[in-house]
């Protein structure tokens, strides 16, 4: 079964804008490679300041998606993440279906 996941990446700030927007096409391919499907474009936030320093950087890159995928197919994702130096902070989370119907995403759930 299909479940649908909202995932925000925050990538390092010290990127110039093409190695940081090459990132979308990595993390689609690499949801496509687990089986699960990016679901529209995904929304580039662009380079904006963080509320506080993280690893005493002050700017990063933010990019959310909408994904659907099986369940626990984008744990190797989420572990690659945790490893790369480029991702700073990243958020998974699965989408309540009452929310899945309220975005309007659920044609493609089903």
Known sequence: MMRAYELMVIIEGDLDDT????WITS????????????HGK?????RRQFA?????KDFGYYVVF???APGGAL?????????ADDIVRHKLIRLPDAEVV????????A
Do not use: M
């Not at 993390?27 to 990016?38: N, R, Y």
């Not at 506080?52 to 005493?56: A, G, H, L, T, V």
């Open 42 to 46: 995904p929304d580039w936030w662009g």
């Open 75 to 83: 744990d190797e994702l989420e572990r690659s993440f945790r490893i």
């Open 27 to 38: 993390i689609t391919d690499a949801v496509t490679k687990a089986g699960g499907k990016v």
């Open 52 to 56: 506080y320093q993280i690893n005493k």
């Open 102 to 109: 309220r975005r309007g995403l659920v044609e493609t759930a």
């Open 19 to 22: 190695p940081a927007r090459a």
């Open 66 to 68: 909408h994904l659907f």
